[in-house]
């Protein structure tokens, strides 16, 4: 490994270091995000985790001292997704380590409400989200109107050509690694782990494997023991070099050479609207995290006096226990 890209590397975190690690239960859901981190509409098959391999990746963290979050797709999408429940709870007492990522409950509400302790629900001002989250307005999990997904499939090494310490040094800094998860899924019916959810999605799109298997406190090795991963994932991947945003509802992949062949999946698949770029300079930059996706930072009256009346009702329940 070269002094440039070890150093880089090192700068990085490790699962153990994160907040949050997330379990990727399905691929499954009713919404079709622009530049998603899932990678969705760029995958040409469906899969969900089976229960068995669930609780065998639940127990994989069971010394993980953060939040472990199911995610998808749309977790409440999962056949089994009751079940997922009953043994998150089992393997991981705490309700306050437990974590739900969805954007719609359909009809899994009350359990979800029950089994969970930490929530991102983010509607994508859905119409059909807004109806089943209504109960969540103004609370500080809850984020109203769209969301803007800077691209991922603006691969860095094709942004920075030959410098190859310019990109490195951007990779080093990514708003994912510095605020989000790593990540398990299954890939073949098997668990695989990732240093970065992006990575994951990445695999999925492409039919590949290039995870870890899950063994007992996996997520505990130091950052130099996902090396292989980084440097095979991150130089094809566009969150680091923080690009504009596009509005979910568009519906459209922003991309480079080198991602073609999964934005070709999603345009034969559904005809999905792509943006090929060629250089750093044809794309604005982001003023804000990449991670800071929500609409919910922009004015928003209603949200705004929906968390004002949260925050008294939980004040008041506080004043009078």
């Keep these: 490994m070269s002094l440039i890209i070890n150093t880089a590397i090192n700068k990085m975190k490790a699962p153990h270091e994160m907040r949050i690690i997330c379990i990727d ?11 998603c981190t899932r990678l969705l509409a760029n995958q040409d098959y469906f899969w969900d985790m089976t229960p068995e391999n669930f609780r065998l990746a ?24 009751e079940e997922l429940c009953n043994i998150f709870e089992e393997e991981r007492p705490q309700i306050d380590k437990r974590g739900l990522w ?45 969301s803007y997904h800077a691209p991922i499939l603006t691969a860095v090494k094709d942004l920075f050509g030959n410098d190859t310490k310019k990109m490195w040094d951007t990779i080093s800094d990514c708003d994912v690694n510095k605020n989000w998860s790593a990540s398990i899924i299954q890939n073949n019916g098997k668990l695989r782990a990732y240093f970065c959810e992006v990575a994951a999605s990445f695999d999925l799109a492409r039919h590949q494997d290039h995870g870890i298997e ?32 596009t509005k979910d509802s568009d519906e459209v992949d922003t991309y480079t050479i080198s991602n073609s062949d999964i934005v070709k999946t999603s345009e034969e698949k559904n ?14 930059n982001l003023d804000n995290e990449v991670t800071n996706y929500s609409d919910r930072t922009k004015k928003n009256i209603k949200y705004k006096i929906s968390r004002l009346k949260w925050k008294l009702k939980k004040y008041l329940s506080y004043l009078f226990s």
């Design 25 to 35: 239960v399905t691929n499954k859901c009713d919404l079709a995000c622009s530049n």
């Design 58 to 81: 639940v127990r994989s963290l069971k010394n993980f001292e953060g939040i472990v979050i199911m995610i998808g797709g749309n977790p409440c999408m999962h056949p089994k997704y």
């Design 102 to 146: 969805t954007n719609n409950f359909f009809k899994h509400e009350k359990i979800s409400k029950e089994k969970f302790g930490v929530f991102n629900l983010n509607t994508h001002n859905n119409n059909r989200a807004i109806k089943s989250l209504r109960n969540y307005l103004g609370t500080k999990w809850y984020h109203p109107n769209h």
């Design 214 to 245: 899950i063994t007992e406190d996996w997520w505990k090795n130091d950052i130099d023991f996902f090396s292989d991963q980084i440097q095979h994932f991150c130089p094809g991947c566009g969150i680091s070099a923080k690009l504009e945003a």
């Design 271 to 284: 005809g999905r609207k792509t943006i090929k770029i060629n250089k750093l300079s044809d794309l604005k």
